[in-house]
């Protein structure tokens, strides 16, 4: 925690700025690819991904974080989405990267999303955990959340817990907390892979496809000339340290026991060697 330097004043009003309303698009999001395909609209408030034939699209945060706890609401491309798939993720750069990895694979229409996880740390990953959802992500915005602080990462959907990956150094495992990431996130098409594991192709007659985002959210150490910056109300800053309460404990049991389908956890047809050693890690 030494590392993390604070300018306090200068961040507590941006930190404010964005928490009493949401965080606006043109002011933190550059759109980086797709050629028109990605739109910010209503003065800031929404942006929309679309994929064609020719192309997706897609964007990235003008800030680099160094932990934070981001929301994001999303609502998916509705009706026959298999084929393509809107990632949205943390990322920093180069061969030993760091990543924590939202992917939503599309299906066809009434077939559930599969909702993939995964976690990098020194460009190393093969952590993924894949759930279905307990509601439709493409009738309505919900909410994705991602908490990285030093000791833990924590996946939330509408405030649920789906996944948490702890900080294991102490029994040799890399664990993202040096590396600086960007929020990232793009629609393209899959379908060599996504749906059915690639059975069903990406069916060209309903394209445009879109995916769009509001509500934009984040309580973050912003990174800058080799420095972290957070807040200096430990009020804001509370995220830093939190973990696990009871009741989010069990929600995570609940989520894990109903909607999990794949955890890299329990493969032991991939890991003959034996399971990845924070797998073990209570
Ligand atoms: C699509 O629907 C099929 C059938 O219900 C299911 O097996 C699969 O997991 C679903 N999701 C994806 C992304 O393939």
């Known amino acids: 925690m030494a590392s993390l330097s604070c300018i306090p004043l200068l ?7 964005c928490s009493l309303v949401a965080c606006n698009f043109n002011q933190h999001f550059d759109i980086t690819w797709g ?4 739109k910010i609209l209503n003065n800031g408030e929404l942006l929309t991904l679309s994929l064609d034939k020719a192309s997706g699209s897609g964007f990235q945060s003008k800030n680099e974080y160094l932990f934070g706890k981001i929301d ?3 609502k ?4 026959n989405s298999a084929g393509t798939v809107t990632a949205y993720y943390l990322s920093s750069q180069g061969p030993t990267h760091d990543e924590i990895d939202f992917e939503f694979l599309g299906n066809l229409s009434g077939d559930p999303y599969i909702l993939h996880t995964n976690v990098f740390s020194q460009g190393k990953g093969n952590r993924e955990q894949q759930f279905y959802l307990w509601f439709d992500p493409t009738a309505d915005f919900h909410t994705y959340s991602i908490l990285w602080n030093p000791q833990r990462i924590i996946f939330s959907v509408d405030g649920t817990p789906i ?9 040799g495992v890399s664990y993202p907390k040096d590396q600086p990431m960007r929020i990232y996130s793009s629609l393209w098409n899959a379908d060599d892979w996504a749906t059915r594991g690639g059975l069903v192709k990406t069916d060209w007659t309903h394209a445009p496809f879109t995916a769009s985002y509001r509500n934009f959210n ?3 150490c912003v990174w ?3 420095a972290s910056s957070c807040s200096s109300s430990s009020n804001d800053n509370a995220w830093l340290q939190e973990e696990l309460d009871s009741t989010s404990q069990e929600r995570l049991q609940w989520v894990q026991k109903n909607y999990m389908i794949y955890n890299y956890c329990t493969d032991l047809k991939r890991f003959p060697q034996g399971l990845p050693p924070e797998c073990s890690a209570a």
């Open 76 to 79: 998916l491309v509705p009706g």
């Open 218 to 220: 984040a309580n973050a």
């Open 72 to 74: 994001m609401q999303l």
């Open 163 to 171: 996944r948490e990956f702890k900080n294991s150094e102490s029994i």
């Open 35 to 38: 050629d028109g395909r990605a």
């Open 11 to 17: 961040l507590f009003v941006s930190l404010l700025m």
């Open 224 to 226: 800058s000339s080799g």
